[in-house]
């Protein structure tokens, strides 16, 4: 029997909404052949297992940020004030997807898939946001005294620690709770202190009035 390409693709979609909402415990095969309106056999004609979705869910994840990434980074027609903008919005919506249960599941029961995602992170944080640093750079909008690296690294350190629940579940219960609620706020907030702290004052007044 051939395969159906809108049926692999919704069984896909129905399974990332999914994940994303419940965590990866939480959702059965079942539920997703439930919603769909299909029998388990046809998702696994498509699909392996249940991890097999998850580890797919991320391989599109992956790739959606950073097709979207690399075209803002490579528009030659906003400002560099413009692309911050651009890249911090198109970041903190993909990173909030990712819920604590989400990623307590990954962790426990996906430990592979957890590599690859801070891999990914990294990969992010060194190769794209150093390059958006370098143009802020050339560009005359980050003070000439900051030392790129530390930037990114910076950077890199709070999109890997600040999105772990086993990191945040160190901290104190009062630091903890103060904290925002949803990691798309947490890494919203953590970008601003980066940014604000880099960039010249024309740059700042910029990225304040656009």
Same mark, same amino acid.
């Given at each position: 029997?051939?395969?159906?390409?809108?049926?692999?693709? /919704?069984?896909?979609?129905?399974?990332?909404?999914? !994940? !994303?909402?419940?965590?990866?415990?939480?959702?059965?095969?079942?539920? $997703?052949?439930?919603?769909?309106?299909?029998?388990?056999?046809?998702?696994?004609?498509?699909?392996?297992?249940?991890?097999?979705?998850? /580890?797919?869910?991320?391989?599109?994840?992956?790739?959606?940020?950073?097709?979207?990434?690399?075209?803002?980074?490579?528009?030659?027609?906003?400002? !560099?004030?413009? %692309?911050?903008?651009?890249?911090?919005?198109?970041?903190?919506?993909?990173?909030?997807?990712?819920?604590?249960?989400? $990623?307590?599941?990954?962790?426990?029961?996906?430990?592979?898939?957890?590599?690859?995602?801070?891999?990914?992170?990294?990969?992010?944080?060194?190769?794209?946001?150093?390059?958006? $640093?370098?143009?802020?750079?050339? %560009?005359?909008?980050? %003070?000439?005294? $900051?030392?790129?690296? *530390?930037?990114?690294?910076?950077?890199?350190?709070?999109? /890997?620690?600040? *999105?772990?629940?086993?990191?945040?579940?160190?901290?104190?219960?009062?630091? %903890?709770?103060?904290?925002?609620?949803?990691?798309?706020?947490? !890494?919203?907030?953590?970008?601003?202190?980066?940014? /604000?702290?880099? *960039?010249?004052?024309?740059? *700042?007044?910029?990225?304040?009035?656009?």
């Amino acid at each position: 029997m051939p395969r159906n390409n809108e049926i692999e693709k /919704e069984i896909l979609k129905e399974a990332t909404q999914l !994940f !994303f909402d419940k965590g990866y415990k939480k959702v059965t095969v079942d539920e $997703i052949a439930s919603n769909l309106a299909i029998s388990k056999k046809t998702i696994y004609k498509y699909y392996e297992s249940k991890q097999d979705l998850l /580890e797919k869910t991320f391989d599109n994840w992956r790739i959606s940020i950073s097709s979207e990434i690399n075209e803002i980074l490579d528009r030659k027609n906003i400002s !560099f004030i413009e %692309k911050l903008k651009n890249m911090m919005s198109h970041i903190g919506v993909a990173m909030g997807r990712m819920n604590s249960d989400l $990623i307590a599941d990954i962790q426990e029961n996906v430990p592979h898939l957890w590599i690859k995602i801070n891999n990914y992170k990294h990969e992010a944080a060194f190769l794209r946001f150093n390059r958006l $640093i370098e143009e802020g750079i050339a %560009k005359g909008k980050i %003070k000439k005294n $900051i030392n790129k690296n *530390l930037v990114v690294a910076l950077y890199a350190c709070a999109i /890997e620690t600040l *999105l772990d629940p086993n990191f945040l579940n160190t901290l104190p219960p009062d630091m %903890k709770k103060k904290l925002p609620k949803y990691h798309s706020d947490i !890494f919203d907030q953590t970008l601003k202190i980066i940014y /604000e702290g880099i *960039l010249t004052d024309d740059a *700042l007044d910029s990225l304040s009035n656009s």
